[in-house]
């Protein structure tokens, strides 16, 4: 697609219930990322893809969280057993993985999770 | 280790001009960025600058670097309140596998007082 798109745009979950966040990056862009920004905090690294494989799962802030990207595209941000201290946005960015130059991460408009 | 510090908060009059800072500590970054949020939305890329130069200028956006120091300044000039957002600061590292991973800062905001 012409961006990066995440939906649902905005989300209000119960405690305790599972979630599920998605992200289709730009065509072509073989390197996609999930981000967390809290309020009045920077971004938190989560997870990064390369293709469907995930070389860096460090960000994952427990075993609640997990993520998938099937095809090379669409990836999928599962949070389990939601806790209020998940209510956050979660940005997703894609990129072409290897670069020369100044090109930088194209970001989609996130998803604000509410965990009430 | 990859540590990219800001200031929280910034408040400025339209029409002045704006400086944002920026520290970081890995000094093998590549590029360093700068991207705007503004509310609602998600980053978009500002600009960006090249490890080997010192300064960059694009209208009224200047980026400084100091590689010495591992310090990036953005100057807007003239502010508007269009200006107003959050700026993200950036590096970009190369992982163990080649890739490309970009650290960003905490953010600061920027107010434009009209």
């Known amino acids: 697609g012409a961006g990066v798109s995440q939906s649902p745009s905005n989300k209000v979950t119960e405690k305790g219930k599972d979630v599920e966040l998605r992200c289709d990056p730009i065509s072509g862009h073989t390197a996609l990322y999930w981000y967390r920004q809290s309020l009045g905090q920077g971004l938190e690294f989560l997870i990064y893809?390369?293709?469907?494989?995930?070389?860096?799962k460090s960000g994952l802030p427990s075993d609640r969280f997990s993520a998938e990207r099937t095809g090379g595209s669409v990836s999928t941000l599962t949070i389990q057993r939601t806790q209020q201290e998940d209510s956050a946005v979660y940005l997703c960015?894609?990129?072409?993985?290897?670069?020369?130059?100044?090109?930088?991460?194209?970001f989609g408009s996130g998803t604000r999770l509410t965990v009430v | 280790g990859e540590d990219v510090e800001q200031s929280l908060f910034l408040s400025v009059r339209e029409g002045d001009s704006s400086v944002i800072n920026c520290t970081y500590t890995d000094s093998s970054s590549t590029y360093l960025y700068w991207y705007k949020q503004e509310p609602g939305a998600g980053l978009q890329l500002l600009t960006y600058?090249?490890?080997?130069?010192d300064m960059k200028q694009d209208q009224r956006l200047t980026v400084l670097l100091n590689k010495k120091d591992k310090h990036l300044s953005l100057r807007i000039a003239d502010t508007q309140t269009g200006d107003s957002a959050i700026y993200f600061c950036a590096e970009r590292l190369e992982d163990s596998g080649g890739y490309q991973k970009v650290t960003f800062g905490t953010g600061t905001k920027l107010q434009v007082i009209p």
């Open positions: 600058i090249f490890s080997n130069m």
């Open positions: 960015a894609s990129s072409l993985s290897r670069v020369a130059g100044g090109y930088g991460y194209t």
């Open positions: 893809f390369q293709g469907n494989s995930a070389p860096d």
